[in-house]
């Protein structure tokens, strides 16, 4: 199992099936709460 976390936040964005990866780094994009009290 692969895990997207957020490199801002922190917090695990996405989960997929993978046997080589586990783990990747991406932004939120609004999927989490690091960045809703902005702008």
């Known amino acids: 199992m692969g895990t997207i976390v957020c490199q801002d ?3 695990a964005i996405h989960y ?10 991406g932004t939120c994009c ?10």
């Open 9 to 11: 936040c922190n917090e």
């Open 16 to 25: 997929f099936e993978d046997e080589k990866v586990t783990t990747l780094y």
């Open 30 to 39: 609004g999927q989490c709460q690091c960045h809703l009290e902005e702008e």
